[in-house]
């Protein structure tokens, strides 16, 4: 589990996912969304970013527990909403 100590941020592929609503947890606009993202394209565009990123494959998220999709933490430099933004305009 990440607390707020641990100074991570949890990215989760539902939030560049083309095929979700806002309202069901994507993150970024349309246009930045793609169609199946991967954690190892998140790690990817993360580390592209200097943010240290740890890839967890067994995570699920909370609101689609029969996904097994996990989840990759980054370095907390900057709000969550904008480092997301700043890894979907590198994917």
């Known amino acids: 589990m990440v607390s707020k100590g641990d100074d991570k941020v949890v990215i ?33 565009a993360a580390q592209s970013l200097g943010l240290h990123p740890v890839i967890q494959k067994d995570s699920i998220h909370p609101s689609r527990p029969w996904r097994k999709e996990g989840r990759v933490l980054i370095d907390k430099e900057d709000s969550k909403s904008r480092q997301i933004k700043q890894i979907a305009n590198r994917m």
């Not at 939030?15 to 970024?28: L, M």
């Open 12 to 44: 989760w592929p539902i939030y560049f996912d083309k095929s979700v609503t806002r309202q069901q947890g994507r993150k970024v606009a349309m246009k930045q969304a793609t169609g199946k993202p991967s954690i190892e394209s998140i790690a990817k």
